[in-house]
């Protein structure tokens, strides 16, 4: 309890670390491989125009100077532009019109995952629910994703992109992506172990005997916790999006990655795994915000009473 | 003469919450010495934080001491590594404050003392079962010996550590109130089943805040305040003369 | 002279047995009850049930709750006999504004029964608001904080330290502070020995009973040391072992 | 349910799933139409693709393309949450910063991402699950190593070795038997066969975007099939073509696997 501030201040060090650390891994990881980085990004028989390639993405001067270059860029919000999957085009672009989509279908899938918790830590949901929650969520989420697009397909055609049609895969995709995987059970699963077990605390039972409200109680001491658990809950929908939004053909920044990878097209699916890590460490910084939060709250002198 | 303790000393550094918050050292044990012969019992009494837990944990090599030496059984416990007290601590035994920590969740009462009979005792799966169940049944928890420590009450579980501290017959036993927490009326068994069932050739250092069992069970006390012993008293004979020692020992005589 | 706590013929049991058979306790005015017995002969259980908190199955068998100077002939037990675990959780709401102001608990081994995300301030704070006339500004407030301080003896600088910094004793004072600041009529002391030296125990008893004759309160003192209770008791209630009457 | 029958059950899934791997041909049977869309049936047991055939050899080309890698990255898992288990009883404030300071980086990257990245990275005449298993593995390992961890604190942490060493166990007793044999074991089985359904999970997964746009699979050779070509047959149903028996035979084998976790966590469940 003394030294508090550890656990958050190693959050906000990864966090800052992160967004830098992953084309930098990305890039270690291409100059370790044996053979030219253009030829590995994208084999020549494949790609063809390998110098081509290799100058339009720095790729001829070195490890560092490709990296220093590229994140350089990528802090002013320049990405370059698209080698394969839409040549020319920046990338900027494409993430940006991907970005709302992906957004939507994870915010969507979440509020019934923040239902869940709540419920779950208020004991309005019954224990007899975990069971079939945790029956659905060993489907993997590819298989609850082909119904999910069947549907649409039997329903709207096989390429349907009207406004109607996206609205409905948004919500049959947040659906598969919330039940699959345990993402809703181990939502409410973990919120409720977490709760109760504090709640068996002993403090709890005395704080009844004083006639105090047990939520008012156990929520300072397991703010920390729960706010890392929404936090993993997030980070699995966010991963979970890649497959769903392909099989159901949403074109969200999972789709995008997926495409960018099937093209060999470096340069999205560098700038897809940053974005995906700013925002990733933008929940790691959440996290300590409220673990420090939290904490300086507890510690606050009542008014008046200052030593 | 079991144990031999000179000049000891401890003192521990209190870390504030931040890297720079100013280091406090405390000193919790101030020129400790004493000797323990077999066949006695020491009680060091004292209220919280008078450092009698500290020399307990010294003695047996679980805290390094500051300055000092402890001698068990000739042996110059203090300077010895860690690789050269393993194979002797079978002899020099500790039963811990808190008895769930010092039991294996996944194990069940039988299960702890045949494990100690066998790997430390050196018995054969035959003898070591018939031995534990033996032991078991001196603490009346004959009849427990598929419980889980989850499924003792203190009382059990204080009682499965000390049977298996006992089966192993040791010279020394260090136990550090070994009845905290423990309903009054349990405390006593625990004291009983301890002290009752100790090897005569063996010596026992308690660990206590409760004076009254201390006159009963054993055959000296420290007292201690604030680091330093401040009253040596052969037990039962000797009426204490300090008067924090007379206070410790009958709180509303005052 | 009338109770204020009247609690008569208690029995609760589980399933296989009666944990408590017809206890009878009495709190008065100014006076110190001592509640006796060995372990498991459902002590506490008493004093939790003399508080409205029952939760065990099927709980209440038989009894009658009153708070005579509070709600004069009014059976707070009507409809929880034989009512299971769903009457005794409606009992605990209903009573909710009574526990912390009416009647307040000093709980046994207090460094586990404090919250440890809270100041000692805060939490002194909390149970001051709890008063039938709680200080209207927050100067009073904090007035009100330090005088609870100094009444059971510890520093002002305490009300900053969270509950896990505190030593065993001032833990124990600290807990019985936040019993007293409400200014509750009845006070319950569980076991004030639990965990403490000889010479705290003294110390921590003799001050909740300057501090509950200071407010007025009557007492009920959970204790087994024999020599405490025949020094400081003015009524024993004692509990056979076992719970059999 | 006993824990004998749970392992029963358990390694009876195992089986199922994954023996038939070994005996899996090197190329699918040529083609032969007279079988075609064959539903469930006494030639090909469990029916067959458009060209006629046998899907049961879909099913064991897949149990070959799964079975390794996931085994592997299970294991992966067990070993990195018996290390953070055991760091956890060091009592070391500096160990536990560092685990969680792994945990933080590697835990905050979504895996997808990642192991799309790997996909793209590894060279296309090696591709295979083996290094995607293995990064999901390493993905995978924070939480198990957390959980291990809170397992390990349960018990005692660095008192519960203290207290055992004074005891007189040594070292390797405290730590390999007690710690890590008794008490981490069921947790780290779990997680283990967590990570193992997971893996085929994404090698279905993985397989079955690329069928969708009928690209090679970065899991698997151009001649392997994987059970998520089943599961595209099946698919397919929906839309009128008649090959509706494969989504069943790959749906029995997800359920298989599923169950196959449920067995085992099960089976290994603490007393």
Known sequence: ?307 | MIVRITGLHKTFVQQGPWPWSPKRDIEAVIDYHDEVAAGEVVALVGQSGSGKTTVSRIVLGLETATQGKVEIDGLDWTSMSEAERFPHRHKYQYVPQDAMSALDPQQTALEHVVETLRVLGGKDAGAAATGAQDMLERLGLGHRGHALPREMSGGEQRRVTLARVLALSPRLIVADEPTSGLEPDRREEVLRDLIGNLPETAACILVTHDLAAAKRWCTRALVMLEGRVIERLKLPEDEPTHPYARQLFDPWSM | MSALLELKGLTIAIPERNLVTDVDIEVHSGRITALMGPSGSGKSLSARAAMCFLDVDPGLKAGTLKYPALSGDKDWFEGVRDGGPRAQDRLLKETRHLRGAFVTYAPQAASSALNPARTVGRQLELAILRRESPPASPADLAQAVRECLEDVGLPHTASAALAGELSGGMAQRTALAVAVAPLPKVLIADEPETGLDPVLTRQIIELMIRVAQSKKCGMLLISHHEETVERVADDVVRLPPGGHG | MNRKLAWALATLCFAVLFVPGLFAPEHLSPPDMANAYLGFSSAPPFGADASGRPLSEYAMQGARVVALPALLAGLLVVFLGTLGGLLACTGSQRAEAAAQGFGEVVGALPRMVVVLVVALLVPKDARSLLPIALTWAVLAAPGAMDEAAAVASRLGGARFVEALRAHGFSRARIYLIHIVGMNLRPVLMRQGVETMMQVVFLEIGLSYLAVQDSQPSFTHGDSEKSWADLLYFGYQAFLDIPSSHGLFLGLALVGVVALMSVFVTQAVRAR
């Open chain 1, 1 to 307: 309890m003394k030294r508090w501030w550890i656990r958050p201040l190693v959050r906000v060090v990864a966090a800052c670390l992160l967004p830098v650390a992953v084309p930098a891994v990305i890039t270690a990881f291409i100059w370790a491989l044996p053979g030219d980085p253009a030829s590995i990004i994208c084999p020549p028989e494949l790609c063809g125009g390998t110098a081509e390639l290799a100058e339009a993405w720095n790729l001829d001067q070195g490890a560092t100077h490709f990296y220093t270059t590229w994140m350089g860029a990528a802090m002013t919000g320049d990405f370059g532009n698209s080698w394969r999957l839409q040549p020319g085009v920046p990338v900027g672009e494409l993430l940006a019109s991907s970005i709302p989509w992906t957004a939507a279908l994870v915010v969507l899938a979440f509020v019934p995952l923040l239902v869940g918790a709540a419920g779950a830590a208020a004991r309005i949901i019954p224990r007899q629910v975990d069971a079939i929650l945790q029956a659905v969520g060993l489907t993997p989420s590819v298989v609850l994703a082909l119904c999910a697009a069947a549907v649409v397909t039997i329903t709207y055609g096989a390429f349907a992109f009207d406004d109607e049609a996206m609205r409905v895969k948004l919500l049959l995709g947040a659906l598969c992506l919330g039940l699959a995987d345990q993402a809703l059970s181990g939502a409410v699963t973990g919120v409720r172990g977490l709760m109760e077990e504090e709640r068996k605390q002993r403090y709890v039972q005395i704080a009844i005997l004083r006639g105090e409200s047990v939520l008012s109680n156990t929520l300072p001491n397991t703010l920390g916790a729960l706010a890392g658990q929404m936090r993993a809950r997030l980070l699995h929908l966010l991963s979970g999006a890649v497959i769903v939004e392909v099989v159901i053909r949403i074109d969200g920044l999972g789709d995008l990655l997926w495409q960018g990878t099937l093209s060999q097209d470096f340069g999205v699916v560098l700038a897809a795994a940053f974005g995906f890590a700013l925002l990733s460490a933008l929940l790691l910084l959440l996290q300590a915000l409220v673990e420090v939060a939290t904490a300086l709250h507890v510690r606050r002198s009542p008014a008046g009473v200052v030593s």
